[in-house]
């Protein structure tokens, strides 16, 4: 690093990312200092929004470990097996991080609407369309890309001879993966988590096509910010806001704290 | 007896091709090559990590071939330790005993065991990360001698610690070896590794195994011409070392060459042929080693000729072509060669008289 040279390159650059965080910190400060105090309190004191908070959590807490039950194991055969079509599983696997969330939405729509799949679930009284289990599996489906490429990445991260060596001191596959590679992988399996209930928390396109937004029945968080903006009731809608954002600022300390390696 | 019989694995980049090797009980087996040889995937496939493509292998008559790893017995130690950093050392060491459901008082008593004869028992409480490379490699070491294997296996165990803690280290493999009369094959690039610890030595290349045999063996009748230049020091002999003020006197069958070292008992010397020099007079100047001899062979080996030297063992000479021609020497011709005790190296040997 060479220090006391005047570069214009780095007189500019640094400027534009100095401004960039200065005007994310001014969007969040405007959002938090909108409302009055009062105004807030009463607003975080309404049965909608308790019932916003506590759906939100919910379905989050749920949408992460369907998450974690499903991506932790794929991305474990993607770092560590061969098998054919490995490619073009990975890329797909992708798809859902570049699919606009609402086009995700209309696909589960679809899928819960109208396939004999969807119908037979719904006989089976597993009803997803306009209903919150609609919400958790649009947070899933949004989300698990997220889940799987941490955890792949955390996977690839670690020698392949942990296991062997495990092996060789009297565990089966799983016992080595079980004893030694889960426990290695913590961090990025916290990291993971973390990011991917954030990110179910805030999910509103792929859960409004799905679940709808119905006040009181699937208002989530980010759906109540919808509602409530659209009808005016700005107080609401920015406590809502407020949370969402204080979520956020924690799961990003957390992620920064433990999720060094596994960062995409 | 370990008995590996053809094995055969492709695994793209590294290798083995029809690989055949017979190791006793209790034999220190050294396997050096070149990187890409297939030497660790031989040591692993005999762990068990990986299934042959072809071939067997059987331990003591059984055959383990398609067995899975924790019925061989079989354990293995690698080159960047692989300590599991999220227990202490005294987890690491005791992990395949606690596999195997030992009670816990008898595993705290052998992971004790292991820690004192490796001298790591004031580490027991640590984390790995927080040790050092030798420190680590000795837990590692531990871990696997602690499960009394029939085998041990190590790759490049040496080769990522600085030269003090390798020679350290090497030498109290080499008491282990003693002390516990287990099996170990050790993969090494180290020639010192296969002169001090080595009961025979294996060559591998490309997938195959060159040549096995003792130590000097190896050194002295390279079987083909990738082992001659892989090996390099063509002039290897095996003799006894006495060292007075730092001069060694080394008695190999009737002659005794002089080095700098103070390395006594059963040793290797090596000498590079391009440092011996040849002349048909006796030379003048006042050289520590000086042998009259006859030359029993000449080779052409591109713009070196290599001769053959009998001064009563059989030295390689190098000589550049025009040197060779301005000498006009014969075969049968009796000449004199000499070398400086400084070009002579002196390794420790390992006693063949057990």
Redesign the interface.
Known sequence: MRRGVKSPLRAATIAIGVGLALFIVLLLLLVVSHPTLEGMISSLKSPEIHFAIYLSLVTSVISTILCILIGVPSAYALARYDFPGKHIVNTILDMPLALPPLVAGVGLLLFFGTTPVGEALAMAGLVFVFTPLGIIIAQFFVNVPFMLRIMRSTFDGI?P??E?????????DT?ALW??TL??A?NGFLAGSVITWAKGIGEFGAALMLAGATRMSTETLPISLFLNMSCGKLDLAISAATILIIMSVVSLYIFERYGGFARF | MLQIQNISKDMGEFFLDSVSLDISKGEYMVIIGPTGAGKTILL?TV???YEPDGGSIHLDGNDITRA???E?N???V?Q?Y?L???LTVEENIG??LK??KVPSDEIHEAVQRYAEMLHIAHLLHRYPDTLSGGEQQRAAIA??MV?NPWALLLDEPLSALDSKTRENLRKELKDIHEITKTTIIHITHNFEEVFDLADRVAIMNEGKIVQVGAPDEIFRRPKNHFVAEFVGATNVFKGISTSENGIASIKIGDIIIRAHSEIEGDAYISVRPEEILISTAPLASPIRNAFPGKISDIRHCGAMIRLNIDIGVTFVVALTRQGFEEAELGIGDCVYIAFKATSVHLFPGKSTTE
Request: hydrophobic letters at 35%; one cysteine or more.
């Open positions: 020698s001879r942990y062997y060596v495990a092996k060789t001191l009297g565990c089966n016992q004893r030694v426990p290695m913590a | 692993e762990a068990g990590i899975p790893p924790k061989r079989i354990t293995m690698y960047d692989m599991f950093p999220h992990f395949g596999s195997k871990r696997a499960m």
